[in-house]
């Protein structure tokens, strides 16, 4: 293979744990499938050396693209002053970095690195015979409940008129889903072509749920960061609720991870998680991991689940779930929210999921039961799912065919 590369830019990159290491990994082993090596241009704050030898990851960056998205006053000049950071960043060190015939991704675009990638290609992808690929798979470009553009679209429209006129056959913007990739092209205009493509998973994932140790008991999984959108603090009184009803016949693996406790926890809601904490910590029937879970561990709680919760709010009405898509791809049956992007997904994959009407713990435990009476018929439309995900929509053959194409 020649010198090409495959140089990932993930200012997020910092732990072994949550979809950042496992998307940054799967490329990593796309790339080594077709002989083209790899490197991460990652955080500073990196706690792992295993990141730093498995990902050939560099530690880079102060801040992440996930910086002052949260509203509050000024956040518009917040997000102008990230910007001017990234690209000076960008400047100085992908242009020592990047060689021709390279391929470049940017991993998780948002409105706080947004104008920067726009000008870094602008001003490298005219003079360097280089590949990019950015991939805008945050919903902040839509409004959660009325799917018309957000305040902070218009970063998005100035990331669009950077490129507007750059070359398409080296230039790549992806988006999740077809339905986010839409209203990209709504906020886009003409010019710039938006490809929505699936997400990426590290191998791994292809083996989980496969063999192990069964104790025969209905196992229900919750895990990832710990958010309120999420509904992290409904999960034990769910879970109360279905021993209620169940008895000694079900067991939960839930994760903990409040990594966001400061940014996105009111101190009361945050409170009330710590009160769940501690009656879960001891309960018989919870596994509680708290913490960060490797990508192995992960996915062996993944792999041990009998159905998977979802409590999400109406955030999720137009965005994706990486937890979601893992259990599709796992063949696991879910429990997920009514009238949002998990169910339509869940219903054109073929089934295999229960969505439940409000989001408060009466329906989400009503939904969740209603999913174990009829647990059988959902494992086998779980697993037709899970074959037409592998068959069809996995990115892997996908972008191992576009490196070997690219290179």
Same mark, same amino acid.
């Given at each position: 293979?020649?010198?090409?590369?495959?140089?990932?830019?993930?200012?997020?990159?910092?732990?072994?744990?949550?979809?950042?290491?496992?998307?940054?990994?799967?490329?990593?082993? +796309?790339?080594?499938?077709?002989?083209?090596?790899?490197?991460?241009?990652?955080?500073? /704050?990196?706690?792992?050396?295993?990141?730093?030898?498995?990902?050939?990851?560099?530690?880079? $960056?102060?801040?992440?693209?996930?910086?002052?998205?949260?509203?509050? @006053?000024?956040?518009?000049?917040?997000?102008?002053?990230?910007?001017?950071? $990234?690209?000076?960043?960008?400047?100085?060190?992908?242009?020592?970095?990047?060689?021709?015939?390279?391929?470049?991704?940017?991993?998780?675009?948002?409105?706080?690195?947004?104008?920067?990638?726009?000008?870094?290609?602008?001003?490298?992808?005219?003079?360097?015979?280089?590949?990019?690929?950015?991939?805008?798979?945050?919903?902040?470009?839509?409004?959660?409940?009325?799917?018309?553009?957000?305040?902070?679209?218009?970063?998005?429209?100035?990331?669009?008129?950077?490129?507007? !006129?750059? !070359?398409?056959?080296?230039?790549?913007?992806?988006?999740?889903?077809?339905?986010?990739?839409?209203?990209?092209?709504?906020?886009?205009?003409?010019?710039?072509?938006?490809?929505?493509?699936?997400?990426?998973?590290?191998?791994?994932?292809?083996?989980?749920?496969?063999?192990?140790?069964?104790?025969?008991?209905?196992?229900?999984?919750?895990?990832?960061?710990?958010?309120?959108?999420?509904?992290?603090?409904?999960?034990?009184?769910?879970?109360?609720?279905?021993?209620?009803?169940?008895?000694?016949?079900?067991?939960?693996?839930?994760?903990?991870?409040?990594?966001?406790?400061?940014?996105?926890?009111?101190?009361?809601?945050?409170?009330?998680?710590?009160?769940?904490?501690?009656?879960?910590? !001891?309960?018989?029937?919870?596994?509680?991991?708290?913490?960060?879970?490797?990508?192995? /561990?992960?996915?062996?709680?993944?792999?041990?689940?009998?159905?998977?919760?979802? @409590?999400?709010?109406?955030?999720?009405?137009?965005?994706?779930?990486?937890? $979601?898509?893992?259990?599709?791809?796992?063949?696991?049956?879910?429990?997920?929210?009514?009238?949002?992007?998990?169910?339509?997904? /869940?219903?054109?994959?073929?089934?295999?999921?229960?969505?439940?009407?409000?989001?408060?713990?009466?329906?989400?435990?009503?939904? +969740?039961?209603?999913?174990?009476?009829?647990?059988? #018929?959902?494992?086998?439309?779980?697993?037709?799912?899970?074959?037409?995900?592998? !068959?069809?929509?996995?990115?892997?053959?996908?972008?191992? #065919?576009?490196?070997?194409?690219?290179?």
């Amino acid at each position: 293979m020649p010198d090409n590369r495959l140089i990932i830019v993930d200012p997020a990159l910092r732990s072994l744990t949550g979809h950042h290491y496992h998307f940054d990994l799967s490329l990593v082993e +796309a790339g080594e499938g077709v002989g083209i090596p790899c490197a991460v241009l990652a955080n500073l /704050a990196l706690d792992s050396e295993k990141i730093v030898s498995r990902l050939q990851a560099i530690p880079v $960056f102060h801040h992440n693209q996930y910086e002052c998205l949260q509203p509050s @006053p000024g956040r518009e000049n917040d997000l102008g002053q990230l910007n001017d950071y $990234f690209t000076a960043v960008f400047r100085q060190t992908l242009g020592g970095v990047v060689n021709d015939g390279d391929i470049v991704v940017f991993h998780a675009a948002t409105p706080a690195v947004l104008l920067a990638i726009g000008r870094w290609i602008s001003e490298f992808l005219p003079a360097r015979r280089i590949f990019v690929i950015a991939i805008l798979n945050l919903g902040y470009f839509i409004d959660a409940d009325s799917r018309k553009p957000s305040d902070l679209s218009p970063f998005y429209e100035g990331f669009f008129d950077l490129i507007r !006129d750059q !070359d398409a056959s080296r230039l790549w913007v992806w988006s999740e889903h077809a339905e986010a990739a839409s209203a990209l092209m709504e906020i886009a205009g003409d010019g710039v072509a938006i490809e929505a493509v699936p997400p990426i998973f590290p191998k791994r994932l292809e083996t989980a749920g496969k063999g192990g140790v069964r104790d025969g008991k209905i196992r229900i999984c919750h895990q990832g960061h710990s958010k309120p959108e999420r509904g992290t603090h409904l999960l034990f009184p769910v879970a109360e609720r279905m021993i209620k009803a169940l008895g000694d016949s079900v067991r939960f693996d839930f994760q903990v991870n409040f990594e966001y406790v400061d940014t996105l926890w009111t101190p009361e809601l945050a409170r009330v998680m710590e009160d769940h904490i501690e009656a879960m910590r !001891d309960h018989p029937q919870i596994d509680l991991h708290e913490g960060p879970l490797t990508t192995d /561990a992960y996915y062996d709680r993944l792999g041990r689940a009998d159905l998977v919760l979802l @409590p999400y709010t109406g955030a999720y009405k137009f965005a994706s779930s990486g937890l $979601f898509v893992e259990a599709i791809a796992a063949g696991k049956p879910v429990v997920l929210p009514a009238d949002s992007y998990l169910e339509r997904e /869940a219903g054109r994959m073929g089934g295999g999921a229960v969505a439940f009407g409000a989001f408060d713990q009466d329906a989400i435990a009503e939904s +969740a039961l209603e999913a174990v009476s009829g647990l059988a #018929s959902m494992q086998d439309q779980a697993a037709c799912a899970r074959n037409k995900w592998w !068959d069809s929509e996995s990115l892997t053959s996908k972008f191992k #065919s576009a490196l070997s194409r690219l290179s």
